[in-house]
C-alpha cells in the first residue's frame, strides 16, 4: 500500500511514489503490474493512474496530454506481446488503448459491457479479449470479429465479481473470484467451478500467476496456493 518493491539481485529495496512537492505519498496501492519486451515496468497505482518505469526506474505518468480522461479511475493494464507491445487499460470509464508506435491513448467503446468499470484485462495469442467485471461475470471481445458473448454463473454474486484471468497449458481460461476458482466454459457458456482431482479453491482468488515450471500459483486471503 505504499508503493512498489522490488528485488535487486540481493536484497529487497523499496521505491515509493512522491506527489509534487517530492514528498511521499501516504498511500499508494498498485492494483496491477505488467512487464513490455523493452524491460518497461507498468504499473496501476490506486489515486495515481498509470505509470511507465524504465530500467533505470524512471518513472512516466500519463494523464490528460496522453489521451486519459480527467480523474479517471485506473484498474488494471495489459501488455499486447503478440502485437507489438500495444497497451490496454482498464478503466471506470471503459477500456483506453494505445498503439506500440504511438504515445497518446484512445477510448474503445464497450457498448456491449453493461458497466463501464472494467476490473480486469486478459488477451490470448487467438486475438481475444477477456474483460473481468465487478460483479457480472467476464466479457468476451473477439477483436477480428467483433463479436461479444458473456460468462457468468447465474444468481450467484460472488462468483461474477473477478479479479483474476489467466490460460492454462490446456487452453482453458482460468477466473479468480470473489467464491473462488472458476473456468470459462465454452461449451455452456458459463463459469463453472474447478474441482479436478479434488482440488478447488474457495476462497477468494486476488491473482493468479505460472512459474517457469509450469506451475499455477493463487493469491488468495487465505494465503497462497500452489497447483
Given at each position: 500500500?505504499?508503493g ?5 539481485g540481493?536484497k529487497f529495496?523499496?521505491m ?6 517530492e514528498?511521499?505519498l501516504?498511500f499508494?496501492r498498485?492494483?496491477d ?5 523493452k524491460q518497461?515496468?507498468w504499473?496501476v497505482?490506486?489515486?495515481?493512474g498509470?505509470a511507465?518505469?524504465n530500467?533505470h526506474?524512471q ?11 480527467d480523474n ?6 495489459w501488455i ?11 478503466t ?5 488503448f494505445?498503439?506500440a ?6 477510448s474503445?467503446p464497450v ?5 463501464p468499470s ?6 490470448t495469442e487467438k486475438?481475444?479479449?477477456y474483460?473481468?467485471?465487478t460483479?457480472?461475470?467476464v466479457y468476451?471481445?473477439?477483436?477480428n ?6 460468462y457468468r454463473?447465474?444468481?450467484?454474486k460472488?462468483?461474477?465479481n473477478?479479479?483474476?484471468?489467466k490460460?492454462d497449458?490446456?487452453g482453458?481460461?482460468?477466473i479468480?473470484?470473489?467464491a473462488g476458482l ?5 461449451t455452456q ?6 474441482n ?14 505460472q512459474d517457469?515450471q ?6 488468495t486471503?487465505?494465503g497462497?496456493?500452489?497447483?
Amino acid at each position: 500500500n505504499r508503493g512498489l518493491t522490488y528485488w535487486d539481485g540481493n536484497k529487497f529495496l523499496k521505491m515509493p511514489f512522491t506527489g509534487e512537492d517530492e514528498a511521499e505519498l501516504p498511500f499508494c496501492r498498485i492494483l496491477d503490474i505488467k512487464r513490455d519486451s523493452k524491460q518497461n515496468t507498468w504499473v496501476v497505482a490506486e489515486r495515481l493512474g498509470l505509470a511507465r518505469i524504465n530500467k533505470h526506474r524512471q518513472i512516466k505518468w500519463y494523464g490528460s496530454s496522453h489521451g486519459m480522461p480527467d480523474n479517471i479511475k485506473v484498474t488494471s493494464i495489459w501488455i499486447d506481446h503478440t502485437n507489438n507491445d500495444n497497451v490496454w487499460v482498464g478503466t471506470g470509464q471503459g477500456i483506453s488503448f494505445m498503439a506500440a508506435n504511438k504515445n497518446r491513448f484512445v477510448s474503445i467503446p464497450v457498448s456491449k459491457f453493461p458497466t463501464p468499470s472494467v476490473r480486469k484485462i486478459y488477451i490470448t495469442e487467438k486475438r481475444i479479449l477477456y474483460l473481468g467485471s465487478t460483479f457480472n461475470g467476464v466479457y468476451e471481445y473477439k477483436i477480428n470479429k467483433n463479436q461479444w458473448k458473456n460468462y457468468r454463473v447465474p444468481g450467484a454474486k460472488g462468483a461474477n465479481n473477478v479479479f483474476a484471468m489467466k490460460q492454462d497449458l490446456r487452453g482453458r481460461l482460468l477466473i479468480g473470484t470473489m467464491a473462488g476458482l472458476f473456468i470459462l466454459d465454452s461449451t455452456q457458456e458459463m463459469l463453472k467451478k474447478v474441482n479436478e482431482n479434488n482440488f478447488e479453491i474457495h476462497d477468494p482468488v486476488y491473482f493468479i500467476v505460472q512459474d517457469h515450471q509450469h506451475r499455477l500459483w493463487f493469491g488468495t486471503n487465505n494465503g497462497v496456493v500452489r497447483w
